[in-house]
């Protein structure tokens, strides 16, 4: 082709590539045409979504949990506000170097601060809970955006670790975790508030786009707690630890005319204000959750039993030689009698007696005055992980273990359910429900576990063992009559008795003529060869009753003269196995 053919092939051409690239731009401006009216015509929430994303932020407004108090308005668990940081990552934009010195402002180290940083999560996380107020006011210099402030609230408790294991603490979430802080969480906590806003891109709010829901304060509780004989069962506890080189113990102290539990204390202990060395043994509340076979604490049941039934009175002789053989089990009195009766086989806790008159009953009868008495259920206080203990059906008891049950083997209690049983000998035969919970008398209704008679029998031969000849000379308080009963048992270890290893108790109540109050004292696995409960936990509980009484101002209902303190009796160390 030559070139005039050539020149005129591509005047004729040129007409078709400008329509063909006249079609190409208008079919790409109508593709874009059409997304724009799409987007801004018929789905704007699309970009309005994203615009939010960007500029629109739904806060939580934290809600102030409730105070915890006494019932005397000492407060036990408070709030206190607190700066917290938090990251977006979608926002976060941050340099080596700040990084840097962001892990010395929170004095972390940067590996540790890289690993926060480098999550990758929808929303926000945390990076540190809570930020002092200094490191708060240097990150806010800082003005990294993507990085912010949040104000919540922790949990700060005065009394530490005195109160810790009755109220308990809560997590970084401000959510109970234990003791009432759990129980009663909903009531504490309160209801977060909302509020939304505009902010640019650096996290500065520029507006409120709704109105501000306001976060509710939450419920204040006032507990039945008393701090000052908290404290008293607290240091002497800790005391009898120490001194007989003790694996732990508990104290209970209630009040026999409400119910209300006045003081509750733990050895080990924890302080709840320090949440960085949290280990599950000294949390655990071991007066409510932990059991123990009560060991000769149990007779005082065995003996209303019969009473109730009309098959001995508290003068009625009972033979009970050195030993007694039920099947193959050969029952044994370390200090034996030939003759005792009734009051004296409390006083003295003989076991040949108490199983003598626990085989009078049926396996049936047994058993309905233990349950009655809230055996084998729990004690009903609402606080968190209580036990219910161990009380077999009397359909499966052969006789060895019905003989064993009249001297406290074969079940388990624990100690706020033992200390609540006795509530029936010291109120008359009625048992008030417990409670964590400051109340009015007038609000309680009592269940009859024993008649009065039998209550007050039972009484007198308790207040015998605190007197000459008795196993709890050492729980005396000058001045004022003192009923109780003492418990030594040996540990169950690996389906075994222990022969060295015990659990030494007390429960007793006070004054005696008209009790006001309950205190249960439990030892666990005492050295130095000293174990009985009497010698033991009696006098925690002389100590711990004697301030209390002179706390509540309770009169006197015995000579001075008539008492005495026997803190400093040395008792004659014998062989376990007498019920002491």
């Keep these: 082709m030559n070139y005039h053919s050539r020149k005129l092939l591509k005047l004729n051409l040129a007409p078709w590539r400008m329509a063909a690239l006249g079609s190409l731009l208008l079919a790409g401006f109508t593709v874009v045409a059409g997304r724009a009216l799409y987007l801004q015509g018929l789905n704007t929430d699309y970009l309005q979504g994203k615009g939010d994303a960007v500029a629109n932020r739904n806060l939580t407004l934290p809600a102030q949990r409730g105070q915890v108090a006494d019932r005397h308005g000492q407060l036990l668990a408070i709030s206190t506000p607190v700066e917290s940081l938090w990251a977006r990552p979608t926002e976060l934009r941050i340099s080596s170097a700040q990084r840097a010195h962001l892990a010395r402002v929170l004095d972390v180290s940067p590996l540790e601060l890289e690993k926060k940083l480098a999550r990758r999560t929808r929303g926000e996380f945390s990076v540190q809970r809570p930020v002092t107020p200094e490191q708060a006011a240097k990150v806010t210099a800082m003005g990294v955006p993507g990085l912010h402030l949040r104000r919540e609230f922790r949990r700060y408790y005065p009394a530490g670790e005195v109160a810790a294991h009755v109220v308990g603490f809560t997590n970084v979430d401000d959510l109970g975790q234990e003791g009432v802080e759990r129980a009663y969480q909903d009531w504490l906590a309160g209801r977060d508030g909302r509020r939304q806003v505009q902010r640019d891109r650096r996290g500065n709010t520029i507006r409120d786009l709704v109105p501000i829901k306001t976060a509710q304060v939450g419920g204040n509780l006032a507990l039945s707690l008393d701090l000052n004989i908290q404290y008293l069962a ?129 396996p049936q009868q047994f058993w309905e005055v233990l349950h009655r008495s809230g055996f084998g259920e729990k004690p009903g206080s609402g606080f968190p992980g209580e036990t219910a203990g161990r009380l077999r059906n009397a359909g499966t008891w052969k006789p060895v273990e019905h003989a064993t049950m009249a001297y406290g083997y074969g079940l388990s209690v624990s100690l706020l359910q033992l200390s609540r049983a006795y509530m029936a000998f010291a109120n008359d035969g009625e048992v008030m429900p417990l409670s964590f919970l400051r109340r009015e008398p007038q609000e309680i209704v009592g269940e009859r576990v024993f008649s009065p008679r039998v209550a007050r029998e039972v009484r007198a031969m308790m207040e015998t063992v605190t007197q000459e000849g008795g196993t709890g000379l050492r729980t005396r308080v000058p001045g004022y009559r003192v009923a109780g009963k003492t418990g030594t048992a040996h540990k169950l270890v690996d389906g075994r008795y222990a022969p060295d290893r015990y659990l030494s108790s007390f429960i007793g109540m006070a004054p ?3 009790p006001r109050l309950i205190i249960g004292v439990v030892i666990d696995e005492p050295s130095g060869g000293v174990y009985y409960g009497g010698s033991v936990a009696g006098p925690v509980f002389a100590q711990v009753m004697a301030a209390s009484l002179r706390q509540l101002a309770l009169p006197p209902d015995a000579p001075e003269t008539a008492t005495r303190m026997t803190q400093n009796t040395k008792l004659p160390v014998t062989r376990a196995g007498g019920g002491a």
Excluded: C, W
Aim: net charge positive; hydrophobic share 40%.
């Design 512 to 514: 005696a003529s008209n």
């Design 234 to 362: 607290h240091r002497e506890l800790a005391a009898a630890i120490a001194t007989h080189k003790a694996k732990g113990g508990s104290v209970v102290v209630l009040d026999a005319k409400t119910g209300e539990i006045l003081a509750l204390a733990n050895q080990p202990i924890f302080n709840p204000n320090n949440r960085r060395d949290y280990q599950p043994g000294p949390m655990r509340n071991r007066a409510v959750i932990d059991t123990f076979e009560p060991g000769s604490t149990i007779k005082p049941f065995v003996a209303a039993a019969v009473l109730e039934r009309g098959l001995f009175h508290p003068e009625s002789v009972i033979e009970t030689p050195e030993t007694f053989r039920v099947g193959t089990k050969l029952v044994r009195d370390v200090h034996p009698h030939p003759l005792m009766t009734v009051s004296e086989i409390i006083q003295k806790s003989s076991n040949v007696g108490a199983v003598k008159m626990a085989m009078s009953l049926t």
